[in-house]
């Protein structure tokens, strides 16, 4: 599910691997330790081998902390780990939000650019709103960042530019200002200004959050953070910084799975 959520990893084996595992599977559970997904039994002897749930409270970074800098022109995101917890005894490490995770590592590839491309806008927001946390929502519906700029490059004939969001920073300052876009299959949505939206209607940076969380948070790294740092431009207004830190904090949310979200502590 995670590569057709944002281009995860595949790790298709590891739902057979007593020691790794899926959260997926984990949370489809039920009560008689059955596999239940969408409404339907999974049998095993179908499958040919066992597979195996995993809990993601396992997984939670205790020592964890991410910092995301929500700059001018792009958007860096960092984690941070203690020695004990660290990757080849690092303690800071950039990470993708886009892209290729097996590609050569350059530095364009962390300064990730705040655009977003917009193919079926309709049906990602019912995948997104279907669930609480972890959605099986599609990238090929919506995408951000790298592979959104790679579109926007790619089409430089016969395309609409109104299927991009490329003023998203500008467009959150300004406060109050409406934004018109058009998806790929033609459908007009006008977005209200950014302090104008009410609580159910669509956040552009919310999805763009969304996507940052599920890069941060997933089974690829078995690895979920709970701890968060957001910085500005300066020149934002505070009403601006407190939408913008709700919106990350709704976004980022929704990519972790449902038995963190449904445990207050």
Known sequence: ?????FRSKKY???????????????????????VVIDGE????EILDRKIYGRNPKNDIVKSGVIGIDFGTKSTVVVSYKDDNEGIDGSKTLPIRISGNLD??????????????????????????????????????????SLEAENEL???TEDFDINEFMLDLKQWASSKNKKKKIRDEEGFL???NGYLDLKE?????????AYYIGCRINNMAQYSIF?????????TYELEVKNRILNSFRKGIMKSLPNSILNDEE
């Open 226 to 234: 709970l701890e968060y740092y957001l910085s500005f431009p300066v």
């Open 189 to 191: 949505h006008t977005i």
């Open 103 to 144: 590609a050569i590592e350059r530095t364009e590839n962390y300064e990730n650019a705040t655009i977003i491309h917009f193919s079926k806008l309709n049906n990602f927001m019912w995948d997104y709103n279907f669930v609480k946390g972890r959605s099986h929502t599609h990238y090929c519906d919506v995408q951000v």
């Open 41 to 44: 039994k999974i049998n095993e």
């Open 200 to 208: 159910e209607e669509f956040d552009p940076i919310e999805i763009y």
């Open 153 to 155: 490059k790619r089409n």
């Open 12 to 34: 298709d084996t590891e739902i057979y691997d007593r020691n790794k595992g899926s959260w997926d599977i984990f949370e489809a559970t039920d009560e008689n330790n059955d």
């Open 1 to 5: 599910k995670d590569f057709d959520r």
